[in-house]
């Protein structure tokens, strides 16, 4: 889809055509308020994140209301996480697609790393690479 500049930090690709992430993960609570509610509430920032993401691929712009935080997606993580700790597994996907639309190097393993080992920080840095583009 369409959608501003998906490199608005102008990062170096490398030669396979792929960049850094444009904030480091372990930056993640230079957004605070999106950090607080990814670490008590993590299926809301999934929810959000996806929705916003899924809105930049179909219509090529932001999201009117910045996403839909408490949808399907929200309770889907939420369901996985709560019962059996596994919301990660969902997570993982969305960091796939974010990563894909974005170019930004790596693969399945450290996308799981990521949201297995530190969730809220991985959602942190998924939703500043998608705001970037909205601002832009």
């Given amino acids: ?10 990062k170096p690709y490398n ?12 930056d993640c609570c230079a957004d605070c308020l999106t950090c607080l509610v990814a670490w008590w509430l993590p299926c809301i920032v999934y929810g959000q ?8 691929e179909r219509q090529g712009y932001p999201h ?4 839909e935080s408490c949808g399907g997606d929200c ?7 709560v019962c059996c ?9 969305g960091r796939e697609r974010v990563r894909q639309r974005y170019r930004i ?9 990521c949201s297995w080992c530190c969730s809220p920080c991985a ?7 998608l705001e970037l583009e909205e601002r832009s």
């Fill in 85 to 93: 700790g596994l919301g990660c597994v969902v997570q993982m996907g």
């Fill in 64 to 67: 009117p209301e910045g996403g």
């Fill in 15 to 26: 030669s396979q055509g792929e960049r850094d992430w444009s904030h480091g993960g372990a």
């Fill in 123 to 129: 959602l942190v840095q998924e939703s500043r690479e």
């Fill in 49 to 56: 994140n996806k929705s916003r993401l899924e809105h930049l």
């Fill in 1 to 10: 889809g369409g959608g501003g500049n998906k490199n608005a930090l102008n």
């Fill in 75 to 81: 309770f889907t993580h939420g369901l996985l996480t």
């Fill in 105 to 113: 190097e790596g693969g399945g393993c450290g996308d799981f790393c």
